[in-house]
């Protein structure tokens, strides 16, 4: 359950159903039995009702470990244990038995790792495509700015490749463990010299303490590196531990976010107080001209 600071209530907008029980044990025991987790669970997502209902999920890979230590996130950090080679395997037999048309993976931060994790995630796009025709959607994390590790993911072939700048760059030394702004936005120029005609997405949080001048920059920020597609959602705070809400941002403020991306060239933008990165993600491929869901 999301907690929230008591100095700070939740406006009646950010107000969502409880899961169903039923729904949840019948995911939970897919999922465990095939000993996947989700980025659903591990990070506390508030859409986790909407999408176990709808028999969709966001595969975390690379176990449920993170090397790093943000602020804002609800994943466990410390020690990671090994790679586990089956697990491609297993995400591509979850993603058929959920009957899956667009697959969204992502992970931990493995900065143990001497490829951040990048062969894991081509391996799982191998492993999906060896069974079905769904489009894949990575989510990475940067790598440490490694190059070659970049070219491994870009090499699979995604549909989609993502990977969030999540805060404006002021804040960076406040909320993100390791990451640089800058190596963010070079992440995703990279992309698109490799494959200029693959999708790049980022998501961006707000609630967090910036300006709407910050947030207009970091959009122009990412269209400068040529980003595709955009997510804006509302911060909500794990627990009590990690760092506070600073403002509940109105709905308007959202739209007003998705006006301007989409006047700067977003191909596809969903921006609102629940909105996450990989939200509603096969729905925001399929605005895109061009793109095939299958």
């Known amino acids: 359950m999301t907690e929230e600071s008591p100095a700070l209530p939740k406006p009646p907008w ?15 025991a897919l999922l465990s039995g095939l000993s996947l ?42 020690t990671p244990s090994a790679v586990d080679p089956e697990e491609p395997q297993r995400v591509s037999d979850a993603a058929l038995r959920l009957g899956l048309r667009h697959v969204v993976i992502t992970s931990v931060t493995r900065d143990d790792l001497p490829d951040g994790g990048a062969s894991q995630f081509a391996d ?58 800058g190596r963010s936005l070079a992440l995703l120029a990279r992309v698109k010299r490799l494959a200029p005609g693959m999708r790049t997405k980022s998501s961006l949080m707000v609630g967090v303490g910036e300006t709407e001048e910050e947030v207009c920059a970091t959009l122009r920020d990412l269209r400068a590196a040529e980003c595709d597609l955009l997510t804006i959602g509302q911060y909500l705070r794990p627990s009590l ?54």
Do not use: K, W
């Open 14 to 28: 950010l107000r969502r159903p409880a899961l169903n029980p039923e729904v949840r044990s019948r995911m939970v």
């Open 37 to 78: 987790h989700t980025v659903c669970q591990e990070a506390d997502c508030p859409n986790i009702g909407e999408c176990f209902r709808s028999g969709t999920a966001t595969f975390l890979i690379l176990g449920r470990v993170c090397t790093r230590n943000c602020r804002f996130c609800a994943v466990e950090h410390g």
């Open 124 to 181: 799982s796009v191998e492993a999906i495509r060896r069974q079905s025709r769904a489009t894949v959607e990575l989510l990475v994390p940067d790598m440490a700015g490694d190059h070659g590790a970049l070219l491994t993911v870009v090499e699979s072939a995604p549909e989609v490749l993502g990977h969030n700048v999540e805060v404006v760059p002021r804040l960076y030394p406040q909320f993100r463990s390791g990451a640089d702004y």
């Open 241 to 294: 531990h990690h760092a506070p809400v600073a403002e509940y941002v109105a709905p308007g403020v959202f739209d007003r976010y998705a006006a301007l991306a989409r006047e700067l060239g977003f191909g596809g933008v969903l921006s609102g107080p629940f909105v996450r990165s990989s939200y509603c993600a096969a729905s925001l491929l399929q605005g895109l001209p061009g793109s095939d869901s299958r």
